[in-house]
């Protein structure tokens, strides 16, 4: 093992540090992404809001401080912020950061905030950040392993650490770290080297009750990169610079001793090694604004009951979507949801639907809407594919027993809440790391639907075109002035298809005709009494199939 120090007090790495402020400061001031109230934002500051958002059960002294993103309402976008804010320093939390202070003019919420300060990070003399040995073969192998361990006497959330090693040896590491718990359940682990840093953060779990359990040293997290070529071989320092453990049930920091690592070059790496995990860098920000559509298909149901879909279509990579959609709860209820982007083990996906009709009368997204958030990497840049209409989604839904022909529409209305997300659910994507709304994005565009409902009538004559219930010559001119004079649309379409064929021609007239003065077969079943059509086509009463 390498030398041990302890070093305690306020500690975020990335340059997100501020002085702690005591419990006596104005209720009026607060720290912006300070959830548990310690004066710092740290990594405890992410599991603390995320525990809030989707567990319950941790007092907040000041809800002010856990809107991270400054939208004015606190749900999970305030709690991926943090993640990233304090793991890599991204700058994505505004004012008052990183200073306390009072909330900036024009910004002014309905949170509350009584007071701000009165938390303070866990004592713990046995919690221990540590790093093992990296090795490097060497040669044209420049490869290395890094294993971080952990020690609590308390159930932790996860870690984050920043390790330093001798300048100018990084050349790439991977952004995606490896769990070594054996609990990893949809959660975040990343590491992202900067000069000779590295910044790594290990969450175990976003959403579910996944802890870490206490005791002595064991692996956490493991991350892999490549040395910079050429480097003799040699044993060379590897320094823990920051680090806290974030305990499990209150969300608080724990400040624990540090235990520096080796990296041991086993042989010389060659100036031609090459790296084998990837290679670092990241493309830099397009300037251009983006343009985003969402859209909603219309849909003609007929007898059956619809499935909606919606696409995403967009000139930049949409790494997270989030959703509200407004329906009419008197007329339809949603019966599932199927996401169809994304893997659930590497990013996020949370979708809700409310059914409820307890106010007569549709009146916004109070009730009958859809919600939906979905990110579809938690560590890595991972984006729709671009200038592509992306199927992201399908909605399900029955139309409600009573409800005849008519047609409702399906419009994307900000405000419908997950009681899961802590907070009302708006139309926006995450791009570049950044989100977007339609109200900032011009080029952001949003498409209902128009739903068609049209009860299938599966009870008629066939060759009554006029629904007269007698079948005569007046049928025939029925269809014929149908099929070739614009007249009025039959009662029933699958009534003119007397030869049942599946086809509207003029055959079926001529069918009809025939038989009134010919003599020739009959029309088909259901004939002469009114019956179900017992052949399967595209044809139904309101509705040719394409």
Known sequence: MGRT?????????????????????????FLRGDANSDGVVTFADAHF?????????????????????????????DGIVLVYATTFGDSLIPAPFPEPGEEPPGSETSLSCDGWGGGEPIADPSATIAVGEARVAGGNDSTFTLVIEAASSTSFAGIYTRVVFPSGSIAHVE?????????????FSSARAQGDRIDIGHMASIVEETPIPAG?????????????????????????????IVDWDTGRRIDP???????????????????????????????????VEFALADVTAVGVDPVVPLTIWSDAGVQAFLFSIDFDEEVLNVTGIEPLVGNPGEGFQAYYFDNSNNTPGNAGVDEGYITGAHILHLTMPVALPVNTEVEVARFAFEVLDGVGETTTE?????????????????????IGGTPLTPDALPSFILIGATLHVLPDVTIFIRGDTNGDEQIDISDAQSALGYLFLGSTRPVCL???DVNDDGELNVTDPVALLSYLFLGAEPPAAPFPNSGEDPTIDRITCHFILP
Do not use: W
């Not at 520096?260 to 990837?278: F, K, Q, R």
């Not at 419908?416 to 708006?426: K, L, V």
């Open 216 to 244: 002595s040293l064991s692996e956490v997290v493991e991350v892999t990169g490549c040395i910079a070529t050429p480097l003799e071989a040699g044993e060379y320092p590897i320094t823990v610079e920051l680090g806290e």
């Open 175 to 187: 952004k995606t770290s490896a769990d070594r718990t054996g609990i990893y359940d949809n959660g």
């Open 257 to 291: 001793t540090f235990v520096d690592g080796i990296l041991i070059v086993e042989s010389d790496i060659s100036p031609t090694a090459t790296c084998a995990v990837g290679s670092g860098g990241d493309p830099g920000p397009d300037p251009t604004p983006p343009n």
């Open 5 to 29: 120090r302890t070093l305690r007090g306020s500690i975020l790495g990335v340059a997100l540090a501020v002085t702690a402020i005591p419990a006596t400061s104005r209720a009026t001031e």
């Open 410 to 430: 399906l419009e994307f209305v900000d405000g419908g809440q997950d009681p899961h997300a802590g907070g009302p659910t708006n139309n926006r994507v995450t």
């Open 49 to 77: 809001m995320l525990t809030h958002v989707f567990r319950r059960g941790l007092t907040v002294e000041c809800e002010k401080a856990l809107d991270a993103d400054g939208s004015g309402i606190v749900t999970l976008s």
């Open 494 to 496: 699958d009534a003119v």
